[in-house]
């Protein structure tokens, strides 16, 4: 296998960066590339009563078992399998199962909080920020929330007002000065997402 490329897409709740991850996943094939989400790795909140689960500031660095990410992003690099853990947003947990990943050649992790660790900063290959307006990124997440996560509309309303955007503006908005590539307006910008691609291919055969 060729030297793995890391590559790092953050930006806001509902900005369009999963899609852009997909976009991106989507023009290889499966057998050379693998998705890492950050959302995988919230901290496992098991010995809590579920009234305590629902109270955790998701939006928050703290509620990330960024060591565990870290570790596994490092293994990947170095070729070896890990087990991702699985999150219950419904039950606001980790799930008891994993999900086996084996290292691949392309390795896109992403998430609200990706480049905010230096220590992941640094192990990245292409670092990108995905800034879409924030009316925009409220409705997704509205969207999201319902139809995902069985939220309702008040409740997602609250917490993006009260939680949501002010960490948004504290911890994931400071993070584009660290990008290499910052994409307007996520996966609907087709032509940044055709140049990440040539990019990505251009490495891989300069790595060879």
């Known amino acids: 296998m060729n030297k793995p490329i890391l590559i790092g897409i953050t930006g806001g709740t509902g900005s369009g960066k999963s899609t852009v991850a997909s976009k991106i996943y989507d023009s290889f094939n499966e057998d050379c590339i693998v998705m890492i989400e950050q959302d995988s790795y919230y901290k ?52 008891i199962e994993t999900i086996k990943v084996e290292p691949r050649n392309i390795i896109i992790v992403e998430g609200i909080l990706v480049l905010q660790e230096s220590a992941i900063r640094e192990l990245l290959n292409i670092k990108i920020y995905v800034d879409t307006d924030d009316d925009v990124r409220i409705i997704r997440r509205i969207m999201r929330d319902i139809n995902e996560r069985g939220r309702t509309v008040e409740s997602v309303i609250e917490q993006y007002l009260t939680v949501v955007k002010p960490m948004h503006m504290q911890f994931t908005e400071p993070t584009k000065r660290y990008a290499d590539i910052i994409i307007p307006e996520g996966g609907e910008n087709e032509v940044a997402v055709d140049l990440l691609v040539s990019k990505i291919k251009q490495i891989l055969s300069e790595n060879k």
Do not use: C, V, W
Not at 64 to 78: E, G, S, Y
């Open 44 to 95: 496992d909140q098991g010995h809590l009563s579920f009234k305590d689960r629902i109270k955790t500031n998701y939006d928050h660095p703290d509620a990330f078992d960024t060591q565990l990410l870290m570790n596994h992003l490092k293994q990947l690099l170095d070729g070896q399998t890990i087990y991702k853990p699985m999150y219950d947003f419904k039950e606001h947990t980790r799930k």
